[in-house]
């Protein structure tokens, strides 16, 4: 099927792009939620990969699926309470999950397990995430 080496590489790699980070729906937690396909659920790295590399029209439509009011939360903590260079909605639908009655958002399912280990840390990224976008806005 593939002739030389150079062809059978440059087919994977262009096989990867493609695939990217597909979503599948989580049925395990509350409220809409995105699994990227390729991800572990635990011991998740981005490997200095902030998934950060799509188009506002992307990050857009992600965002939208979310409720409004739920919309709302995930602007103002605007990025990964995990994985803090990584924009919510650049890897699909963001995850919410909740910390201690708080909601929390995180850029995929492979962020959940390191936010939920430690609930006060997270909880901490997210308030701070919050205060630097509110100053931004003003």
Do not use: Y
Request: aromatic share 4%.
């Amino acid at each position: 099927m593939f002739h030389d080496f150079q062809t059978l590489v440059c087919f994977t790699a262009v096989s990867f792009l493609a695939i990217g980070c597909q979503t599948q729906s989580d049925p395990t937690t509350s409220g809409v939620v995105s699994e990227p396909a390729h991800v572990e659920t635990d011991g998740h790295q981005h490997d200095g990969d902030a998934h950060d590399d799509h188009g506002d029209s992307d990050v857009a439509t992600a965002m939208a699926k979310l409720s409004p009011e739920d919309r709302k939360e995930a602007e103002a903590q605007k990025f990964c309470a995990v994985m803090g260079d990584s924009l919510l909605g650049s890897m699909g639908t963001p995850l919410k999950v909740e910390i201690k009655g708080e909601p929390v958002f995180l850029c995929c399912i492979g962020c959940k397990s390191k936010a939920l280990k430690n609930p006060d840390q997270t909880l901490a990224a997210v308030a701070k995430m919050k205060a630097e976008h509110a100053a931004e806005e003003k």
